[in-house]
C-alpha cells in the first residue's frame, strides 16, 4: 500500500520530520511517500498561508493520484484543500487534524488541542464544528510558538507545550491532548510519557487511518459531493493544475 | 467609498454582469470597481475550483488594498477566501453568499437557497453552518444548470430557477428565496415578481452591505484572527503573493 | 428614504440621543425620525419592561406605516415587538441588537457584548439562539449600569464599560465589541479608539441596514410568518390598536 | 392550593373552556381560578396579537400575586409574557406549551405538535429551541383551523385534527402528539382514543406540573433573571401597570 | 395511584432514605412503593456500576409491573435503565436526573448540578445533551464526596455541597442547584433556606412528575420506541428476566 | 497484537458469522479472538436486550482484559457497555457504530444508515447525537428484518437492504451507507459494488480502527472519565462481577 503525505508547507526540512513521524507507525507493506508542494509558504499560519497551502496540496495529490497513491494524508493541522483533494483522489484523503480528532474521541469523553499560534485556534475551531467534534474538543490553546521553531525544538518549546497541555487537562477536564501541529510530531511520545494520558500526533493517526480505509477496501465516495473536478481549463497561471 | 467587487472565477463577461448588478444597487458616490483574477477557474463549481479561485481573491484583495479601496465584496456563492482576505484587508470584506444569508434573515423567518449544480449544495452547507444560519436556512436545492449557462440565461433557465424556488418555498415553508450564485443577479428581479417573496441576489446585499459598514465607520477587526497575514517569503509560482 | 426609529422607551431624552446617533450615520437623502412610544416604562431593564415596550413598538410602528415610513428600526437592545412589527410594515423592520450582531459578525470572527444590567443578559441570550449567533457571540458582560444613568454618562459609566468590554476582549478571544443598550450609542467612538477593535452601536448599524434593505427594493417578506396581522377587534384598553 | 389560570385572549367562553379543562384534572385540594385579561385579543393568532397577550397575562399575574396564588399558568400556546410573569410571581408560572412538550417527552423519544393556524408554527419554533425541545419535537403540524372556530367545535374540526395528527405520528416517527392550543383540550381524551398515543393537551399538563412544583415547595427563582421588576414608573396607558 | 420507587443500587440504608424522600412529598392518595435490585452494586459511581444497575432497575419494573403500579421512578442520577424500563411499563417512568432537569428549568433561566464523584459529571452531561438541556444547564460540578458518605451525611459534607453550590451558582450564573444523587435528598431544605435559590432534588420531583403524568391520565406511549420488549428467551443468568 | 471482538448477543452462529467478518480485514500479525457472553439476548433489538448486553459485555471484557487483550470490539450496532467496557479495559475499545459513523465521515461528506427493525433507530439516533454525528448522518432507516433472519440471510433480505439504501442516498443526498447491524457484515462486498458507493460494515472499521490505535501505542485515557472501575462488591448475582 503506497501512502503519499503531503506538506502542504515547503519547508523540506519539516517534510523531512513528518516522513519520520509517519514511517515510523507505517505497518509493514506500507509505502510512506512524504512530499511538499512546489510553492507555497514555508509555514502555514494564518488563513493566507492556508489558501496557497490547499493550491499546493492539489498539486501534490493529483500527481499522487497519477502515480498510483491508495490513499493520501494532509500533513497541516487545518487540512487545507481536504474536500478539493477528495474530488481529486480516488483512494481515501485524511487530514490529520481530522485524524487527531478521530483518535482522540475514541480514547477519551473530551479532548483539548494544543497548537502553535493562537491566532490559529480559529481555523481548528471551524474544523471542529464542520467535523462534529464541538462537544468532544473541550478547548483549543495557541502557545505561540511559531511552527517553524518548533524545527529542532529544544527544550523551552517542549515545556512551554507541557505545561499549556497540563493546565489544558485540568481547566478543560479532558483526557487526551491533540497535538495541533504537524511540527509537533516527533514530541508526542516524551509528552505522553509525562502527562500520563493520550497524547494523539495527527500525522500518525492519519497514516494508521489509511492504512485502515484501505485495508477495508474503501474508498472516496464518488457519488455526489466528491464526484471527480468537472474538467475546464484555468487561465493564468492555474492552468497547469486545470482538471 | 471605493469597492472593489472581486469575481472569483475568471469570465469576463460575468464580471461585466457582476459589475453592473453592483453599480446597480450602489448609492450615489460609491465608486464600484469590478475586477477578476488573473488565473483559476472560467467558473466556480466545485472545491478543486473554489481553492484556486480563493488564491485569485487574494490576488484581487491585495491590489485593492494597495489602491486604496475602502471595503471589498467577493462575489462568488462559496466566499472563497474569505478569512484569508480579511486578513490582507482593512477595510470589510463581504462574501456573497454571507450577504444574502444575513439580508434574507432580516425579511423572512426562514430562507431557502436555490443555486446551480447540486454538488454545490455542499459548500453552501458548510458556509451556513459556519456561519450560524443552520436554523434560519430550510433548505439547499440544485437546479443542476452549469454556471456558464447562466450567461445570457434564456427563458429555460430561469423557468427552471423559479420552478425549483417556488416548490423550495412550498416544501420548506420559507418566506424568501436566496439566489445561490453571481451569475443570477439578473434574474433577481423577474423572480422577485413572480414569486412575490423578497429574492436576494448576493452581490447586491454584498454591495449595500459593505457601503454600510464603510459608512459606520467599522473595518475588520485587526486583533486577534484577522491581524494582517505574518510576513513570510512564499516559495514556486506563489512566491509573488508573499505576504 | 423615510426610516423611523422607535425608542421603545417613553424617555424623551434617550430618543433624541437615539435621534442624534441615527442621524450621523444616515446617508444623504435618509429621513431618520425618531419617536417613542406614547406608553410604557421610561427605561427597559427586565422582561417586564420588555412587554409593555413591545405594545409600545407597535403603536408606533402602526403610525409609521400609516405615514409612509419605508423602514423601521427598534432602538433597545431586546428587540421588543421585532415579529409582531414585521407583520405591520411593508418595509423592512431592523432591531438594533440584530443589527449589531449581524454587523459584528462580518468584521471579526467572534464578538462580545457589554451591556447594562447584568439581569439582562438572559435577553441577550434568548435573541442570540433565536438569530443564530450563539457560536460567534463570545461571551455577554453585564455593567451594572442603570440605563438612565447612561444619559449624559460621565466619566464613571465610561470607564466601568471600557474596562468590561478590555477583560471581555481577552477573556472570550473577540475580535469586536458589541454595545447592549441604544443608551450607549454615543460612547461608541471613544471606545472604538480606546480599544483599538471594532465597537458596534446597534442603532448605527441598524439605520445603516435599513438603508441598505431598501436600496436593494427588499421588504419584509408578506408570505407566511409575517403575512399581516389579522383583522379582529381588541377588548379594552387595546382596542384603539385592533390591527 | 391556588392555581390561576390566566387565558390570555379576552374570550370568556374560551376561558369557561380552558376552566372546564383546568378543574377536571385539578387535585383534590387545588382550586383553580381561571381568569382573563381585561383587554387584548379575543384569540391569539400571531405575533401582533401575541405582543398585547404579553401585557394582559401581566395584569392578572399580578393581581393573582396580590390575591396570594401560589402558582399561575398561561393558557396560550405561545406562553405569551411567561418570562415577565415569573419576575412579578413568587410562585411557579407554567406556559401550557411548555408544559406540554415536558410531559410529552417524558413519554416517547418523539412528539408532534398539531396546531390551529400555520402560521403560528414559528412562535412554536421559537419556543421549542429557547426550551430546548428541538429534536424531541420532530415536528409542528399547522391545521389551519382558526382559534374560535374550535369553540364548539363540530366534528369536521375533529377529523381534520385527527387526521392531521395521524399523518404527523407516521411522517415524522413521532410517539406522542402535543396539541397546540388552549381551545383543543376537550379533544384530548377522544384523540387519544383514536390515535392510540399519548395526546397532551398543555392546560391539564401545566395544572399538574404546577401542583407538583408546589407541592415540592419550588417557587420561582428570584436570585438574577427572574428577579421582580424593577420599581419605575410607567408613562400613558401602562401607567397602571408600572412595577 | 401505586408508584414503584426503585432504587437502582442494593444499599437498603440508602432505600429508606429515598423512601422517605418519597413519601414526603407523596400526595394524599399516592402509595410509594420504594425497593431495590436483588443484585448489582451498593452505589452507583461509574459507567460499570451503571450498567448492572440498569438491569437491576428491570428486575424491579417489571414486578412493579405485574404487580400493579401506577408509575415509576428510577432513583439513580444516571437515569440507568429508562429506556428499557419505558418499554416494560405501560405507565410512566421517570428518572430523578431528567425530573430535576425538568423542574429546574421550569423554575429558573439556568441551573447548576451539584453531584457527587467528579468522574460521574460525564454520565450527567450524556443525559443533559440526550434530554435537551445542554443550554439550561449551565455547569456540573463534582464535590468527590462518595455517595456512600453522604448516608448520614454529617456537616462536612453539607458544608462542602452547600460551598460548591455557591460557586456554581455564582460562576455560572445560574438562579437554581439541581442536587446530583438520590442520596442527597434530606439536604435539599436546608440547602434550598442557605442559598436563597430553588433546590431540587430529583427523588421528590420524579414522584411529582409521576402523580402528574398519571393524574393526567397519560401512559407511556406504546407506539414505536417504547413498545413492550419483543419476546425471546435470554440465556444464563439472564434466563430469569426474558422478556 | 489480540484484539477481542465482543458479540454482545448470545448467538453463537452469529459470533461465527463476526468472526469470519473480523478476520477478513485482520491485519497479518492480528488474532481476533471472537466470544460471544454467556447470558443475554440471542439478538440485541430493543433497549431491554440492550440494557442485558452491556452486562454481558463487561463479562468478556474484564476476561480479556485478564487474558491480555490488546483492544475490544464491541460488534453490536448500540455499542453496548463502550463507557464501562473503557473503564475496565486499558486498550482501546471500539464500537461498530462509532466505528462506521467516523469510517463514513472520512469518505462522504454524508451518510445513511441502514439497519435492522424501525424500533432500532432511536438507539442509533441517541449514539449519533452523543458522537457528534448528528450533521453527517442524513437518515437512519429501518427495514424491520429481525437480526436473526440476517442469519443464512436469502435473497429477500439483500434486496430490501439494498431497495432501503438506494432510496437513502438518493432521498438523504448521501454519499456512503452504513450498514446498522453486526449480522449485514457479509452483505457489504455485495451492497457496494451494486451500490457504486462506498457500504462500511462497522465489524470490519472497528477491528481495523482498534489496529491503528494499538499501533500508534495509544490506550484508553485512564484520567478521569475511564479511570478503572471503583472497587466495590456487588449484591446478588451480579457479586461475580464485582470490579
Known amino acids: 500500500m503506497r501512502i503519499r503525505v503531503v506538506n502542504p508547507n515547503t519547508s523540506a526540512a519539516m517534510t523531512a520530520r513528518i516522513a519520520a513521524a509517519a514511517a515510523a507507525v507505517a505497518a509493514p507493506g506500507t509505502l510512506v511517500d512524504a512530499v511538499h508542494s512546489s510553492f507555497g509558504a514555508p509555514s502555514i499560519e494564518d488563513h493566507h498561508d492556508d489558501v496557497w497551502a490547499a493550491a499546493g496540496v492539489l498539486e501534490q495529490v493529483r500527481r499522487g493520484q497519477a502515480e498510483g497513491a491508495d490513499a493520501f494524508v494532509i500533513a497541516c493541522f487545518g487540512d487545507p484543500g481536504l474536500h478539493a483533494a477528495r474530488e481529486v483522489a480516488d483512494g481515501p484523503v485524511i487530514g490529520i487534524a481530522e485524524a487527531a480528532f478521530h483518535a482522540a474521541s475514541l480514547l477519551a469523553t473530551g479532548f483539548s488541542v494544543v497548537t502553535t499560534l493562537t491566532r490559529t485556534c480559529v481555523i481548528a475551531d471551524h474544523l471542529v464544528l ?114
Chains 1, 2, 3, 4, 5, 6 share one sequence.
Open 130 to 243: 464542520q467535523y462534529g467534534f464541538e462537544r468532544k474538543c473541550r478547548g483549543i490553546h495557541g502557545t505561540d510558538i511559531a511552527v517553524l521553531d518548533l524545527d529542532g525544538a529544544d527544550g523551552t518549546c517542549f515545556e512551554t507545550i507541557l505545561g499549556t497541555a497540563r493546565e489544558a487537562l485540568a481547566r478543560d477536564r479532558s483526557g487526551a491532548i491533540v497535538l495541533g501541529c504537524a511540527g509537533m510530531a516527533d514530541l508526542c511520545g516524551e509528552l505522553q510519557q509525562r502527562l500520563g494520558v493520550p497524547v494523539i500526533d495527527g500525522v500518525g493517526a492519519a497514516v494508521k487511518l489509511a492504512e485502515a480505509l484501505v485495508g477495508l477496501g474503501l474508498r472516496t465516495s464518488k457519488s455526489g459531493d466528491y464526484a471527480p473536478p468537472l474538467a475546464k481549463t484555468y487561465a493564468g497561471l492555474a492552468q497547469p493544475w486545470s482538471p
